[in-house]
């Protein structure tokens, strides 16, 4: 028989919760719902876009009785839970339903906090809370002009934006100096108090209600410094309280809330709580995002499974009040010993502040533009050291891809457990496995399937730069430093260590002693498992292709009209008459439409159908040429400048020194693309200081870099070290990819690489330790031996021929 659990409270963190617990035990318990408003679920958070106009209350039921019905969930709306039989195991509502549990699930929620002023109660004189307030409202500001908004936090805010939109006149009152002051430091509370007052928006602040006037219905707000100010209408957004009466009266202990341990349990085992209503730690959270963890985690105890904790949660808030971005995380107000760096353009209306402790982040503020929030709260929330980067940190991450996408490509470059919806807790990899998996293309389409952006809508662009570079070409995934997918709860440095520890030495042999979900894996952990494996173990993995790309399987870049790009590889950028000859030959043999002069000093020939790609490679090797490896994620070019040879200017033999390092590098599989250059004096006309691997020459010898990109925004390399010949230059870049080829998370770039583990630490192992850098760089050249096989030459013989052949229609 299914055991009883009964939900007191249909809000979002208790319906968060049977979700959860649904996924895990769908036939475990009988399920009853009781909810004091005649609705469904509805999302609490979005109740300003209804009050603004924007939205209906259909717009934002997040369940509705429909969803109850499909889950065999008994609803009891409207009703609300008077009376809790503790020893009988009984609720009461009170019209008199009663229902019996096994377990119950308390989710009260909160209620207004109402300043206790004379007039508090009188007509006109309203909370912002729930259906029936905005719906009041909206009658009000039909009837009357006039209205006054006490409290200058989030929820006073967007209540007098909505009523602004509603073509009353509003004026906020707020205690304090300055609004926000929970999210928000003095100047981005500035910042947002001009914004706010350029739009129409009248402030009272350091203003004291005293009492509010009025015969019968309110008609203003007296102050205690005597003065007053008319109201038609009276809005409360000072806060909110735990709900905690129902509690309190059946005898479980309370404090500010309801108290749960770490299981969300009260204080009688059968009895859980979640929500606002919950008291953990000593904390009672307001915020969506830890409620929904409190609701994963009572899910997961209430299935029997028995193995989540919650240990209270780091928040950060990311908010949109009237179209302003703003985000907040940690202790954002500096204290004695603290460091502040910040970064204010008053025109453009920005603002960033860190606040720092011994150079790991502390606490942040962004105004005006917010999409690094994500990203500094996760070094926030890792401790992780800024103190290689704290240069350059406030202009944003650095791992930004190609050019020519903008936000999408900074959203893009945040790894896949970066938290983008806070309210539920969705992340960037749910959010594109989604859109993959699930061929969704529309902003509904991964709302209704993730629920990001469904909630207070703040991320809405972030998502939306998600939507377009997924679904757009030249999506490359970025690592996930939690969970590698969903087939595993092992993180990529797990797996890397694992098959390190274990001599691993198979894809099949790594899924069973970690112990994977699913037989075969995904998308996402194919082609990073055979990656792993095979930069761990050259000699004796065999490449698995179908765990590959279809670029890698093809050895070409497939291209939006299906054709593919073919890129002869020129070592240094050097070529010889007779190479050009051929390759002029080979685009006229097989009509290639246009041949172009790429950035890395190559020649890309495009439109390739797929059946002449074996003939063509066949023809351009018996000219000499082996794979440009444009294709993949590899070493791709090594860029040269001339040089002391023919430039007046140059310092050394910059083309000569970049045949060498491609002649050592080319072939080499890595985690992503991978670039070189070697620039012949500090002009760098070779660009060495945006490269995975740069060498800038010098009168004295050879500066080395790493950790460049030069995508939308540039980051320059770090510099590593200065040398004295071309042996060490080589040997130094044998081993730095060495490093980056066995610890990076597969499709991690040198430069987010660079910054997770920190410059100071690459240098101590690579500059300091000579015996490990030697080491590094003798397995860079025995993973060499194997991988320096010309792929094209190999199908041109005939391999794989069932990747060019095209399928016969009957």
Same mark, same amino acid.
């Given at each position: ?20 617990? %649904? ?43 429909? /969803? ?55 007509? @006109? ?65 500035? $910042? ?30 007296? !102050? ?31 404090? &500010? ?44 105890? %209430? ?59 502390? +606490? ?35 791992? $930004?891809?190609?050019? =020519?996408? +903008? ?5 893009? #470059? ?10 539920? @807790? ?30 207070? =809508? ?18 490359? #995934? ?51 498992? *055979? ?16 765990? &590959? ?12 009209? @299906? ?89 050394? *033999? ?98 987010? /690489?660079?910054? &997770? ?46 990747? !060019? ?6």
């Amino acid at each position: 028989m299914k055991e009883k659990l009964v939900l007191i409270g249909n809000g979002m963190a208790g319906v968060r919760t049977l979700e959860e617990l %649904l996924k895990i035990a769908p036939e475990k318990y009988d399920i009853t719902v009781f909810g004091a408003e005649p609705y469904g679920n509805y999302n609490r958070i979005m109740l300003s876009p209804v009050l603004a106009g924007e939205k209906t209350v259909d717009d934002i039921m997040l369940n509705d009785e429909q /969803w109850y019905i499909d889950n065999d969930i008994s609803l009891y709306k409207g009703k609300s839970v008077t009376e809790i039989d503790r020893v009988n195991k009984k609720v009461v509502a009170e019209d008199g339903t009663t229902a019996d549990y096994d377990r119950l699930l308390l989710a009260t929620g909160s209620n207004p906090f109402m300043i206790p002023v004379p007039g508090k109660d009188k007509d @006109g004189v309203i909370a912002f809370r729930d259906i029936y307030d905005v719906d009041t409202m909206l009658q009000a500001s039909k009837d009357y002009k006039k209205a006054v908004v006490i409290g200058g936090g989030l929820l006073g805010l967007e209540a007098a934006n909505g009523l602004m939109k509603q073509g009353m006149d509003v004026t906020v009152v707020h205690l304090l100096d300055s609004l926000m002051e929970r999210q928000l430091d003095k100047p981005a509370s500035s $910042l947002l108090k001009a914004s706010l007052e350029e739009r129409g928006m009248k402030f009272l602040m350091e203003a004291a209600t005293e009492e509010i006037i009025g015969n019968g219905r309110v008609q203003g707000v007296r !102050f205690k410094d005597g003065t007053e100010v008319e109201a038609d209408l009276v809005v409360m957004g000072v806060g909110i309280v735990p709900n905690t009466g129902l509690a309190k009266a059946t005898g479980l202990h309370c404090e &500010r809330g309801v108290v749960v341990n770490d299981v969300m349990q009260t204080f009688d085992p059968a009895i859980y709580a979640v929500g606002e209503c919950a008291q953990h730690r000593g904390i009672a959270y307001g915020l969506v995002a830890p409620l929904f963890e409190q609701g994963k985690v009572a899910a997961n105890q %209430l299935a029997g499974l028995g193995y989540a904790y919650y240990q209270g949660s780091v928040t950060s808030t990311k908010l949109k009040v009237t179209g302003i971005d703003l985000f907040s995380a940690g202790d954002f107000n500096e204290e004695q010993g603290d460091e502040v760096i910040s970064l204010q353009d008053q025109a453009a209306g920005t603002y960033k502040k860190l606040v720092l402790k011994d150079d790991r982040i502390k +606490g942040a503020v962004l105004y005006g533009d917010t999409i690094d929030g994500t990203w500094y709260f996760q070094l926030m929330r890792e401790e992780t050291s800024i103190a290689d980067f704290r240069k350059t940190i406030l202009f944003g991450q650095h791992d $930004l891809g190609d050019a =020519g996408h +903008g936000d999408e490509t900074r959203v893009m #470059a945040l790894s896949d457990d970066a938290e983008i919806c806070g309210c539920n @807790g969705v992340c960037k990899g749910d959010i594109v496995n989604a859109i993959s998996k699930h061929g969704l293309f529309t902003l509904e389409d991964v709302r209704a399937r993730t629920k990001a952006s469904s909630s207070c =809508g703040s991320c809405t662009g972030l998502v939306e730069a998600l939507l377009a570079s997924t679904v757009g070409e030249g999506y490359d #995934a970025s690592p996930n430093k939690q969970a590698m997918c969903k087939c595993t709860e092992y993180s990529h440095d797990e797996v890397i260590a694992a098959i390190k520890q274990n001599e691993l030495k198979s894809i099949p042999a790594v899924r069973e002693f970690l112990e994977w979900k699913t037989p075969d894996g995904c998308a996402a952990c194919r082609p990073a498992l *055979n990656y792993y494996l095979l930069a761990r173990w050259p000699e004796e993995y065999q490449d698995d292709a179908q765990s &590959r790309f279809i670029n890698e399987r093809a050895h070409g870049n497939i291209q939006k009209d @299906g054709t593919y790009s073919v890129v002869p590889r020129m070592f240094g950028g050097l070529v010889k008459p007779n190479e050009l000859r051929a390759i002029a030959d080979v685009c006229d043999k097989y009509d290639v439409p246009e041949m172009k002069v790429t950035g890395g000093q190559r020649i890309d020939l495009f439109g390739v159908k797929k059946e002449d790609l074996p003939p063509m490679w066949k023809d351009l090797t018996d000219a000499g040429f082996v794979s440009g490896h444009a294709y993949g994620k590899a070493m791709r070019t090594v860029k040269t400048c001339a040089g002391k040879t023919w430039c007046r200017f140059g310092t050394q *033999n910059s083309t000569g020194l970049g045949v060498q390092l491609e002649e050592l590098t080319w072939g080499s599989w890595m985690p992503h693309k991978f670039k070189l250059a070697v620039s012949g004096c500090p002009r760098n006309c070779a660009e060495a200081t945006i490269k995975d691997f740069g060498v800038v020459c010098v009168d004295s010898g050879y500066e080395l870099h790493v950790g460049g990109n030069g995508g939308i925004k540039v980051r320059v390399t770090d510099l590593l070290t200065k040398v004295d010949t071309e042996e060490e230059v080589l040997e130094y870049c044998g081993a730095f990819t060495q490093m980056y080829r066995e610890e990076a998370h597969y499709l991690e770039r040198t430069a987010p /690489w660079v910054e &997770r583990v920190g410059l100071t630490s690459i240098k101590k192992r690579l500059l300091d330790d000579e015996t490990e850098r030697k080491a590094l760089y003798e397995r860079f050249i025995i993973g060499q031996k194997v991988s320096q096989v010309d792929p094209w030459k190999a199908r041109a013989e005939g391999e794989a021929a069932h990747e !060019f052949t095209p399928l016969k229609i009957a």
